[in-house]
């Protein structure tokens, strides 16, 4: 499969970095000099040129691509420029071909067109990837918790959890998985990924050993088994409270995102805006009319302003301003001033690790998000998500369905004879609702036609998998 990537910024490379993880053809095409020149060591074609000129889609192949994606920072760039690529595409095919286009916007009124149908017809865009609301979702998650790296939402109140093993977890340190199951109180969490320091990482076995320091990516089902988790691997866990109050200083389209998903999961929210309009139109808006929010025009950074909204009453604080740098400085006199959680919506991937050094509680790198959820529309055979593991980036974990076609269906898992190098995360079936309900896999577990397995293996067996699933 050729796949050519009009962007040659972080979410572009990070895709290119994915795919060939996966042995797929990648051309990158980036009209800046130093992109391009970053990108010449990831064994991929790698073009200096403008995506919104036709004869750069001829260079790059068009005619035998299968996906075309544009993930540059303009969303009016990568909307023309997958207008350009299908009529290119059909061009160089005589319309003997189909090319899928997936174009990354971050403006509401692009997505809302895209939802009605509409953007599909005027500009060929078959899939559109606005990141913001899986971010919102695994902030809102990771923040149940200060001592998870990671939260990935994997539909039907299923997630993977990231974390490092700290050397009091004495149930499961210097022993092995098989081991741990037996001195583990209701047993041991499903480990599907595991990284050591110098080592790449991997699926475990059940003759691995977890040593003290290690990254662990767990698969579990419901928020509320995320304490026992963090028991197991040695964190102190602390109560989430039922309804809380929550600080999001900014009222731009991210920081009023997170305020509408926080009244509707029940918490009270405080808004703090330093734009006089900004804070009129969200007061005007529907969600300002939503029971339970209070908008205050304001400086963030005033600590008399802090004061007076009885900032460290709040059980949460979290910054959605256009700026890392100050966001950060936000939540940082947050904490100062008796803040427990904060947490962050970053641009800069390398931020993410470096903030929780500084004490905030957990931060999402909108970028990675947007890379795995154009992952999950290349893929778009797959009925569910699609998520690199950021700790252990050797790993992937995708969806898979158990239809007529494959051999194992009304077998267990054992009898199945999947493959060594790949471990069944989640089992989902629908239930008499027509809703995805997620179960633990057993070796006694019987696979029915219609089920959905999230599998997690190397990313250079995605293929081998897909063949055996019939994908």
Not at 9 to 35: F, H, Q, Y
Not at 51 to 75: C, L, M, P, W
């Amino acid at each position: 499969m050729r796949i050519i990537i009009g962007g040659g910024g972080r979410v572009g490379t990070g895709l290119a970095k994915a795919l060939r993880s996966e042995d797929k053809d990648v051309v990158l095409v980036d009209n800046n000099a130093r992109a391009v020149k970053n990108s010449q060591g990831m064994d991929i074609l790698v073009l200096h040129g403008d995506i919104t000129h036709r004869q750069k889609f001829v260079e790059a192949g068009i005619e035998t691509a299968q996906v075309y994606i544009a993930a540059t920072n303009s969303d009016e760039r990568n909307i023309l420029s997958c207008a350009l690529a299908k009529h290119v595409h059909k061009e160089q095919t005589k319309g003997k071909s189909e090319l899928m286009t997936i174009c990354r916007v971050r403006d509401q009124i692009f997505v809302n067109e895209f939802k009605s149908g509409k953007l599909s017809k005027w500009a060929g865009v078959d899939h559109v990837v606005s990141p913001i609301d899986g971010a919102i979702e695994r902030l809102m998650s990771g923040l149940r918790s200060s001592s998870l790296t990671e939260v990935i939402p994997f539909d039907a109140d299923a997630y993977i959890v990231e974390l490092d093993v700290k050397s009091e977890a004495g149930g499961v340190v210097h022993r092995t998985l098989r081991e741990s199951g037996a001195k583990v109180e209701g047993g041991m969490p499903l480990v599907v990924g595991l990284k050591r320091d110098g080592t790449p990482g991997k699926v475990p076995s059940a003759d691995d050993q977890i040593l003290p320091n290690d990254r662990v990516a767990i698969a579990t089902a419901g928020e509320a088994s995320f304490n026992r988790i963090l028991r197991i691997f040695g964190h102190a866990p602390i109560d989430f409270p039922d309804k809380p109050q929550v600080a999001i200083f900014g009222a731009g389209r991210v920081g009023v995102r997170l305020a509408k998903a926080w009244l509707n999961a029940g918490a009270k929210v405080t808004v703090v805006e330093r734009e006089l309009e900004k804070a009129n139109n969200l007061a005007g808006s529907d969600i300002g009319n939503m029971k339970g929010i209070e908008i205050i025009h304001g400086d963030h950074l005033d600590k008399n302003l802090l004061s007076e909204i009885e900032i460290g009453s709040h059980d949460i604080a979290i910054s959605a301003l256009n700026d890392d740098h100050a966001s950060i400085a936000a939540v940082l006199l947050a904490i100062d001033m008796g803040v427990e959680r904060t947490g962050l919506i970053l641009y800069d991937a390398d931020l993410v690790n470096v903030v929780r050094r500084m004490g905030i509680t957990f931060s999402v790198d909108r970028k990675r998000v947007a890379i795995d959820s154009i992952l999950a529309r290349i893929h778009s055979e797959l009925p569910g998500p699609y998520a690199v593991l950021s700790s252990v980036p050797d790993v992937i974990g995708i969806c898979l369905p158990v239809n007529a076609d494959v051999k194992f269906a009304g077998k267990t898992i054992l009898d199945a004879g999947l493959p060594e190098w790949c471990k069944v995360a989640f089992i989902q079936r629908k239930n008499i609702h027509d809703e995805w309900e997620t179960m633990r896999p057993s070796s006694s577990k019987t696979l029915l036609e219609g089920d959905r397995l999230t599998i997690f293996l190397p990313p250079d067996r995605v293929d081998d998998l897909e063949k055996k699933f019939k994908v």
